[in-house]
């Protein structure tokens, strides 16, 4: 009788945009599994406390960088700090991103250019580096590529038609390179994320974050970070190894009788 292998101990893992919300609770959810983790942000007083808060525990170590995912030479400066610091990657988790509401009619050439390449561009960047240091056909040992895609890529969200438009391009994007890269032994996958009670949700919605309620309390309309961290890893983990080129959607039911997300105006 077989035992489920859901261990990621020992891996080393890549996590972008982890100084708060989805990106960090999915970093300390790897290194409290005992793995190691190279998190970065675009700023290091922001990230830099993650790390530390990580190494006080009993997991595994992290080290921290600072990282623009819009920028070529940031990405490849962080991937090489990060593969000598940790000795190696087994894991990328693409989750740098960010987005603003507005009409379409609103959005400049400037505000599309800003939302596109910091989602989709910045998940290009990180996995086409990724690939120098995962795919067996450029001397690595295979690994796992986990995309950060989002609920509003798979379904209509007014206001946020450049966000989306990133998003969905995200998912093909990794169906596309689980296709290509599966002869060199690197399985990638993506996540698809519904409302999750993040800082940057609570911002760009205009949402005090001291209105959002505990984990046990919350309409599943409303998710929590550790939710979507619980998932990456065992995408990771050897228990999801005929997994691939998927796109795995987290966005929960709503519980009857619960009305917290139309309190709170969330209902999408």
């Given amino acids: 009788m077989q035992a489920p292998d859901f261990s990621v101990a020992g891996a080393n893992v890549l996590v972008t945009g982890a100084s708060q919300g989805i990106g960090q609770a999915i970093a300390e959810t790897f290194a409290a599994a005992g793995a190691d983790v190279a998190i970065c942000s675009r700023s290091m007083d922001r ?11 009993d997991g595994g170590r992290a080290v921290a960088y600072e990282c623009d995912v819009r920028e070529r030479e940031d990405v490849e400066a962080f991937f090489a700090a990060a593969a000598d610091d940790l000795g ?58 986990l995309n950060m895609a989002s609920v509003n890529g798979q379904h209509a969200a007014p206001g946020e038609s450049h966000y989306g438009a990133a998003k969905a391009a995200i998912i093909r994007l990794t169906e596309t390179l689980a296709t290509e890269w599966d002869s060199d032994g690197v399985r990638v996958n993506c996540i698809a994320p519904g409302l999750v009670q993040t800082p940057g949700v609570a911002e760009t919605l205009g949402i005090d974050e001291s209105d959002m309620p505990p984990r046990e309390k919350t309409s599943r309309r409303i998710g929590h970070p550790e939710e979507i961290a619980d998932l990456a890893v065992f995408l990771a983990s050897p228990a999801a190894s005929f997994v691939d080129g998927e796109t795995y959607t987290a966005k929960g039911v709503p519980r009857p009788g619960n009305s917290m997300s139309h309190d709170l105006g969330l209902e999408r």
């Fill in 47 to 57: 990230v830099g406390p993650v790390a530390d808060g990580i190494n006080e525990g």
């Fill in 88 to 145: 190696g990657l087994d894991v990328v988790v693409n989750n740098a991103g960010g987005e603003f509401v507005a009409a379409f009619e609103d959005i400049s050439e400037g505000g599309w250019d800003a939302v596109t390449d910091l989602n989709l561009g910045g998940t290009y960047r990180c996995c086409q580096v990724a690939g120098e240091y995962l795919r067996e056909s450029e001397g690595g040992d295979g690994g796992t590529i």
